[in-house]
T-cell receptor, first 113, second 112 residues
Framework: TQLLEQSPQFLSIQEGENLTVYCNSS?????LQWYRQEPGEGPVLLVT?????EVKKLKRLTFQFGDARKDSSLHITAAQPGDTGLYLC?????????????FGKGTHLIIQP | DVKVTQSSRYLVKRTGEKVFLECVQD?????MFWYRQDPGLGLRLIYF???????EKGDIPEGYSVSREKKERFSLILESASTNQTSMYLC???????????FGQGTRLTVV
């Protein structure tokens, strides 16, 4: 069974600080996705990374796929209260779950004003 | 704007009731999925469907069934609701060629 470990599980920081969350596995994935889920809503796709070493930027969010395609990170610069939410990573391919996707359990992020 | 719509945001049902959760997508996606999301357990796949009238068991299908009579609609059925089925239920859809999933807004089901 493939596993995606996300860390930290919970993170509460002040507005304006920087942070990084991690998504790690011992398995290789063909691609990896990051979703953000706000309370009471469904997850919304932020980005997909496909190539080992790939870096994608979405405004203040920077996503990186590890060279070996086993891990990924999400870095937020100058965090804002609007960044608050549950961040989920999901790996595709390489014999994942029945639907082809393996989800991490998520990082709960709270940005204090 | 693409959409996956779940019929209810909140539901409260009694133990033993038959419960229907409906999901409709307007993106002409072949693949549709039902997950439940619980604190500390993450998203767990209940059932999925690759085509009309086709269904496949996910990781936790016990106590659930599904129906896909039309491409755009995927229903989750709790045959006899139990308190351990209290959860957030999420529907998702995607094409077979792309693993990027589009989720509905979720249904928070409470069984009392």
């Amino acid at each position: 069974t493939q596993l995606l470990e996300q860390s930290p599980q919970f993170l509460s920081i002040q507005e304006g600080e920087n942070l990084t969350v991690y998504c790690n596995s011992s398995s290789v994935f063909s691609s990896l996705q990051w979703y953000r889920q706000e309370p009471g809503e469904g997850p919304v796709l932020l980005v997909t990374v496909v190539t080992g070493g790939e870096v994608k930027k979405l405004k203040r969010l920077t996503f990186q796929f590890g060279d070996a395609r086993k891990d990924s990170s999400l870095h937020i610069t100058a965090a804002q209260p609007g960044d608050t939410g549950l961040y989920l990573c999901a790996g595709a391919g390489s014999g994942g779950g029945a639907d082809g996707l393996t989800f991490g359990k998520g990082t709960h992020l709270i940005i204090q004003p | 704007d693409v959409k996956v719509t779940q019929s209810s945001r909140y539901l409260v049902k009694r133990t033993g009731e038959k419960v229907f959760l409906e999901c409709v997508q307007d993106m002409d996606h072949e693949n549709m999925f039902w997950y439940r999301q619980d604190p500390g357990l993450g998203l767990r796949l209940i059932y999925f469907s690759y085509d009309v009238k086709m269904k496949e068991k996910g990781d936790i299908p016990e106590g659930y069934s599904v129906s896909r009579e039309k491409k755009e609609r995927f229903s989750l059925i709790l045959e006899s609701a139990s308190t351990n089925q209290t959860s957030m239920y999420l529907c998702a859809s995607r094409t077979p060629y792309n693993t990027e999933a589009f989720f509905g807004q979720g249904t928070r089901l409470t069984v009392v």
